[in-house]
């Protein structure tokens, strides 16, 4: 890939070129870094709020625009500057704050600039008689320092943020200060600042300015989002990407090396493969190094590791008061010793500030996790192995939140929905990285095991079952194909090709496990009952009953010793018999059945419980099927209700309540009610589980029977 490579080396100044503070510099804003072929993206709201302060709103303060660097903040600042020239009469002065020297002498030259005698400095605090002299400065005017990184030269004379320092607030009229850098922390400005988050674009915006530089030869908008997303939205990266890409695609073809990405699909690609040249992370590299250099000078020792530590995970948001749990760090990750909550807490707050990561709150539960995010290109620069995330996970399985509560439970998934991605995604590294031993790559099968538990609760069956076949995989190659841990692995995947219509996948997996745990638990054992139960389930689902209905008379017979009849493994049995009964034409024994179970599981679980809200759904079968349709109905429609309650609508379970609902309906002659809930089943199932799976097919046949009826009513 050599031809049109990206060249992103940074200019910086060598300190022997750095002027001293009498040197001649520039106050010149750098007007030719903006482009007018390529406006400002996403940054309106920002630049407006500037500019009425410009205009007429003045408050005398310093205004600080922070952010990662390459966000676009003196891009911002670039704008607000453009819109006052344009209109005139306006004293514009840019300030370099990069160095001392620069910044200083930048410094005293806006003093001259603005009037500044040498006389007017009395015992040499020019600092002093330059904020005087601005105070009463006539005319319209604006200060930006740019790159205002370097600190104690920002103190000067004082300090910055008692509001004693090169720059500070002011009485005049007439005049404001903006000021860019990396740094967001109100302690460094004090209290006489206003600070202005310019945050990286979201995809839209992030994928207007791929589109403005690239051409939209380049790909959709859709593959554009892509790319922003995976830069993270970071203008500078964004910019770059997109003039290479124009390049690229302007050059002879035969130029072009052997698979030169050309367009956003392949550049996405190319982003994540090792030595491609292609990411702009390290335009960024060396500003996040500074960053975390300034952090251990101001008292955060663990800032770099802690980074690393973050990296070490997915992209996803990081739910840290899950993983990060200070005891759980201290004894996981070598180097941060005693490590306390209030430094963990003020170290990541201290990462926000420098626009490093996003704190997220949960989304809006009680339970859910609060997460941090690790912008997408420093993760790039931070990342080394996932050896700490493996580490920081096996002490989370430790936790009531993880292991105790089944991921099959709803009150799990606000948890679950935060760590899957982690969990998921060390699985893939356990799979590609040789190097971690046994003990390693069992975790990330456990973990992640428990995660594609929550996929198929969720009815995310497809990438379920990937993960259950990526599981059962490893553990295979780490444990054996004998391993107990193996054959739980089986056991989970013929789980998953069930609910995914896939019987005759599903049935040798069934008898596999539950041969294979008779003879080395024993038929009574708890595993063993269990892989005997749903043996009996799928023989049912294939519509072998006779062979079904022995196999779960056996388990409830066995239960029944364990617990007794309210015992839940056997109410779950019985269930299951019940369900027997129904197809084998039993009616009314079914119905029977069904309402013992709904009394009991009322009385013992509660009316919103899902054991209780299924066997009310079973019920409501059965009437329906006896002609007892308003009774079907007052079961039907409080189900439906409660599930979407529990699982939203693209869920099977709600998805087969919504059917019989709709089935219901249109035999009580509400017909329409009963289409536009079947036309939202059949929808939402073509999403969740495809066109071939039996459920969407029945709810399309069914759909399609009604309008043929209705059609054929028209007809005559």
């Not at 009037?115 to 930006?144: C, I, M, N, Y």
């Not at 995976?230 to 910019?239: F, I, K, T």
């Not at 995604?425 to 031993?437: F, K, P, Q």
């Not at 079973?618 to 079907?632: I, K, S, T």
Request: aromatic share 6%; glycine share 10%; charged share 20%.
């Amino acid at each position: 890939m050599a031809a049109a490579r990206m060249n992103i080396a940074q200019l910086v100044v060598a300190p022997g070129a750095m002027p001293c503070d009498d040197a001649e510099v520039t106050l010149a804003p750098p007007v030719a870094e903006r482009n007018p072929l390529f406006p400002l993206r996403g940054r309106e709201a920002l630049v407006d709020e500037l500019l009425r302060q410009c205009w007429g709103e003045r408050d005398g303060r310093v205004h600080v625009l922070h952010g990662i660097s390459g966000c676009g903040k003196t891009a911002v600042a670039l704008e607000v500057v453009a819109r006052l020239r344009s209109a005139g009469g306006w004293s514009i002065w840019w300030v370099d704050g990069r160095h001392a020297t620069t910044f200083t002498a930048g410094m005293r030259a806006v003093a001259r600039q603005a009037g500044l005698e040498p006389g007017d400095a009395r015992g040499g605090s020019t600092a002093d008689a330059l904020w005087q002299k601005l105070s009463s400065f006539r005319g319209k005017w604006l200060l930006v320092v740019d790159d205002a990184e370097d600190f104690p030269a920002l103190d000067g004379p004082g300090r910055l943020a008692a509001g004693t320092g090169w720059l500070r607030p002011h009485s005049s009229p007439t005049g404001m200060v903006l000021a860019t850098t990396c740094h967001g922390t109100s302690r460094l400005w004090g209290g006489a600042a206003v600070l202005h988050a310019v945050r990286p674009l979201d995809s839209a915006h992030a994928a207007q300015v791929l589109l403005d530089r690239a051409g939209a030869h380049a790909g959709t908008v859709e593959e554009a989002s892509a790319v922003g997303e995976r830069l993270g939205g970071l203008p500078l990266a964004l910019c770059m990407a997109g003039s290479y890409l124009a390049e690229v695609c302007g050059m002879p073809t035969s130029f072009r090396g052997p698979g030169t990405p050309s367009n956003f699909s392949s550049y996405h690609r190319a982003l994540s493969e090792q030595g491609s040249g292609l990411n702009p992370a390290q335009v960024v590299a060396r500003t996040w190094q500074l960053s975390v250099l300034l952090m251990h000078r101001m008292g955060f020792p663990h800032a770099g590791l802690l980074l690393t530590v973050l990296a070490s995970f997915s992209s996803a948001p990081i739910p840290y008061t899950l993983l990060l749990r200070p005891s759980a760090v201290s004894s996981a990750v070598r180097g941060f010793g005693d490590l306390d909550g209030t430094t963990l807490w003020r170290t990541l707050r201290e990462f926000e500030a420098l626009g490093l990561v996003d704190l997220l709150d949960g989304p809006g539960e009680e339970e859910a996790p609060s997460c941090v995010r690790l912008h997408p290109l420093i993760r790039d620069i931070a990342r080394a192995d996932s050896d700490a995330a493996i580490a920081l996970m096996e002490q989370a399985l430790e936790l009531d939140e993880i292991g105790v509560v089944p991921p099959e439970e709803p009150q799990s998934w606000v948890v679950w929905e935060a760590l899957a991605p982690h969990a998921l995604d060390l699985l893939r590294y356990a799979h590609s990285e040789n190097r971690l031993n046994p003990t390693q790559r069992t975790v990330c099968a456990q973990i992640a095991e428990l995660a594609a538990r929550y996929l198929q609760a969720r009815g995310i069956f497809g990438q379920a079952r990937q993960e259950f076949e990526r599981v059962l995989r490893l553990r295979q190659e780490v444990l054996g194909a004998a391993h107990l841990e193996t054959v739980t692995a089986k056991h989970n995947l013929a789980s998953v090709l069930h609910d995914l219509g896939e019987l005759g996948s599903a049935r040798p997996l069934r008898v596999e496990v539950w041969q294979e745990l008779q003879r080395r638990l024993g038929a009574d054992h708890d595993d063993t009952l269990i892989a005997r139960h749903e043996l009996g389930r799928l023989l049912h689902d294939c519509g072998e009953l006779e062979s079904a209905g022995a196999h779960l008379r056996a388990v409830f017979e066995a239960r029944l010793c364990e617990g007794g009849p309210e015992y839940p493994r056997a109410m779950t049995a019985r269930h299951e018999l019940a369900r027997v009964l129904h197809d084998q034409g039993d009616l009314d024994g079914a119905r029977h059945e069904y309402q013992a179970l709904v009394t009991a599981r009322r009385r013992l679980l509660g009316e919103g419980h899902p054991r209780t809200v299924t066997a009310r759904h079973n019920l409501a079968c059965v009437l329906h099927d006896l002609g007892r349709l308003q009774e079907a109905h007052l079961e039907c429609q409080p189900v439906w209700e409660r599930r979407r309650e529990l699982y939203g609508l693209a869920h099977p379970a709600t998805l087969s309540t919504g059917h019989l609902l709709a089935t219901v309906l249109y035999k009580l002659s509400r017909c329409a009610e009963a289409c536009q809930i079947l036309e939202d089943v059949c929808e939402a199932s073509l999403r969740l589980l495809g066109a071939a799976h039996p459920q969407t097919r029945r709810c399309a046949d069914t759909l399609a029977g009604w309008r043929q009826e209705s059609a054929g009513g028209e007809g005559e």
